[in-house]
């Protein structure tokens, strides 16, 4: 299954042991992406003239897939009374976007679940 389709199945599921491997998956697949966006090819400069600048593409962001299917997994685990399942994904949340400093959706909401979680409440996505 391709990473589009790991991510759709993921947020349609609310079986436990489905929703945990699609985030292995999806979680696996952004950490070799962070991975990979230092590098640079490097090109003698008498050719770096006649390559023109990659046109922009529009593409899924494998870091914010991981992380949704990881807020949806942490919500159907804590639904199973997995709470340190639910914990474990929602750290994996933290974990994958602590490199940034700007503030981040995902990581707001997996902050909000995890402090609900330590409250005892129900937690959910939806908006009242």
């Known amino acids: 299954m391709n990473l589009w389709g790991t991510y759709t199945h993921c947020k349609s599921t609310s079986d436990l042991d489905e929703t945990q491997l699609d985030m292995g998956k999806l979680t696996n697949a ?6 990979d ?3 640079v090819l490097p090109m003698p400069q008498q ?3 006649l390559v023109a600048t990659p046109a922009n593409r529009l593409s899924v962001d494998v870091q914010a897939m991981a992380a949704s299917c990881s807020l949806h997994a942490g919500q159907v ?5 997995r709470v340190d399942l639910a914990r474990e994904a ?21 902050h ?3 402090n609900e979680i330590e409250a005892g409440v129900q937690i959910s996505l939806q908006r009242p």
Do not use: C, D, M, S
Not at 30 to 35: K, P, S, Y
Not at 77 to 81: K, R
């Open 77 to 81: 685990a804590f639904g199973h009374g």
């Open 90 to 110: 929602l750290t994996g949340v933290i974990t994958l976007h602590k490199q940034n400093n700007e503030p981040n959706y995902y990581l707001a909401q997996a």
């Open 112 to 114: 909000k679940l995890l």
């Open 47 to 49: 050719l770096e003239r």
């Open 37 to 39: 966006e230092g590098f």
């Open 30 to 35: 952004a950490l070799v992406r962070q991975g």
